[in-house]
C-alpha cells in the first residue's frame, strides 16, 4: 500500500469519526446558541436585538446544514438559499 493510499484510508476514517462528533455536537450547539442569545439581548438592553437575531438565524442555519446529508440546509418554497439571498440564475 502507497503512502497516497494509507493517507487517503486515514482521511476517511477522520471524516467519519468527525461526522458523529458532529452529530452529537449539533443540539448542544443550538442550546448554546439560544443561551447565548438571550443572555446578549437581556445584556444589551434589547438595543441589538435585530442584528443578534439575524446572526442567530445564520448559525441556526449553519448548524442545520451541518446534519444535512448533501451539507446544504433543507429548502422550503419560502426560503432564499443559505445567505437568505435570491438564489443564484441556473445555466443551462
Partial sequence: MSFLDKAKE????????AE???EKAGPSAAKGLDAAKSSLDKA???KYHDKI????HKV???????HHP???????????????G????KTP
Fill in 10 to 17: 486515514l482521511a476517511n476514517q477522520a471524516k467519519g469519526k
Fill in 20 to 22: 458523529e462528533l458532529a
Fill in 44 to 46: 444589551t438592553g434589547g
Fill in 53 to 56: 437575531e439575524n446572526v442567530s
Fill in 60 to 66: 441556526e442555519g449553519m448548524i442545520k446544514r451541518d
Fill in 70 to 84: 448533501d451539507g446544504q440546509p433543507p429548502k422550503g418554497p419560502d426560503e432564499k438559499g443559505p445567505e437568505g
Fill in 86 to 89: 435570491a438564489e443564484p440564475p
